[in-house]
């Protein structure tokens, strides 16, 4: 398992340019939901009012509901409803490294830092979980904290 510094995930998330690839980044970042989570996500799911995002747990996930930054709700704000799921046009939920892939190589041949080459989507699951337990220092309150 690979954890980035913070630098380098807002390196990464700031190199990224499609909104909804940010958007699903960052909800990794926030909620340290796995790509299967955020794939399924529907805008029911977005309370724009009460800023949360609620995340249906999977493989079992316990489903939470997560406050989210500012950056994340204008984000999402950007994206057109046009379906049920927020991240329609995705097909696959493994779809996210392919996008990944992409970034990563670019970044490690601009920066000269092959610690991109390390990160995938579910990194950034694990550097939520990572961060939380870092500010915390509680492995009980990280395994079972909602908001991450």
Request: contains cysteine.
């Amino acid at each position: 398992m690979y954890v980035p510094t913070p630098d380098m995930v807002k390196q990464f998330l700031y190199r990224v340019h499609s909104v909804k690839v940010r958007a699903r980044i960052k909800i990794a970042i926030e909620t340290g939901a796995s790509a299967g989570e955020v794939w399924r996500l529907n805008w029911r799911d977005f309370n724009a009012q009460n800023k949360t995002l609620t995340v249906v747990g999977n493989k079992g996930h316990r489903t939470m509901a997560y406050n989210m930054s500012d950056e994340l709700m204008a984000l999402l704000m950007h994206i057109p409803r046009t379906t049920e799921r927020i991240f329609a046009e995705v097909k696959n939920p493994d779809r996210p490294n392919d996008v990944v892939n992409d970034y990563k190589k670019r970044l490690a041949k601009e920066t000269s830092n092959q610690d991109f080459l390390k990160i995938h989507f579910h990194t950034f699951r694990h550097f939520a979980i990572s961060w939380h337990y870092f500010k915390t220092k509680d492995i009980v309150e990280t395994q079972i904290c909602p908001t991450l």
